[in-house]
């Protein structure tokens, strides 16, 4: 999934270059862990992403499905 978030964001991000936006304010970006992976997996298995803050945004948190 990782693999996918950073192709999609990567070329949205050249595009956005190339359309003259500002990329960093055009598509999130994926900060790598000191081991230069885009996520960092717990002793308990789970998995961490973070993402470069944007000033002047809204996020909202998705809800559970189910």
Not at 19 to 33: F, S
Request: hydrophobic letters at 40%.
């Amino acid at each position: 999934m990782m693999e996918n978030i950073c192709g999609v964001t990567d070329f949205l991000r050249e595009k956005a270059k190339q359309r003259g936006a500002d990329p960093a304010r055009a598509t999130l970006h994926v900060v790598p862990t000191k081991e230069e992976k885009p996520y960092y997996q717990a002793a308990d298995g789970s998995c961490w992403r973070i993402y470069e803050f944007v000033e002047n945004t809204v996020c909202f948190a998705a809800g559970a499905v189910g």
